[in-house]
């Protein structure tokens, strides 16, 4: 790696770790208000992968329902925006790695 793909890997890590922790805590806050039957379970995320439900994706349902019951909480925005920071420095990363081989820079 060299130093701009370390630049990149360094925000993919950091808005990764930024998203990890806003989706736990839109899972907390909207369980808080749930009743015990509805409630989004935290461990089915870690046994089946992450944001993979029995039922679909199931940020679906966490983003719905924290949007039902926090309306005007700019939380939902952060997830997003760290998610679409994610996929923008995904494709910078491949694009750069494309343009370093075909310009003779990698092996």
């Given at each position: 790696?060299?130093?701009?793909?370390?630049?990149l890997f360094i925000f993919f890590?950091?808005?990764?770790?930024?998203?990890?922790?806003?989706?736990?805590?839109?899972i907390y806050a909207a369980n808080?208000?749930?009743?015990?039957?509805?409630?989004?379970?935290?461990?089915?995320?870690?046994?089946?992968?992450?944001?993979?439900?029995?039922?679909?994706?199931?940020?679906?349902?966490?983003?719905?329902?924290?949007?039902?019951?926090?309306?005007?909480?700019?939380?939902?925005?952060?997830?997003?925006?760290?998610?679409?920071?994610?996929?923008?420095?995904?494709i910078a990363f491949v694009f750069?790695?494309?343009?370093?081989?075909?310009?003779?820079?990698?092996?």
């Open positions: 790696m060299n130093r701009t793909e370390t630049g890590a950091s808005f990764w770790v930024a998203l990890f922790g806003v989706y736990h805590f839109m808080k208000q749930l009743p015990a039957s509805n409630r989004i379970p935290h461990l089915r995320v870690y046994r089946r992968g992450l944001w993979w439900g029995s039922h679909g994706f199931e940020w679906g349902r966490v983003t719905n329902e924290y949007k039902r019951l926090y309306p005007t909480s700019l939380v939902n925005y952060v997830w997003i925006g760290c998610l679409w920071s994610i996929v923008v420095i995904a750069l790695r494309v343009w370093e081989y075909t310009h003779g820079r990698l092996p």
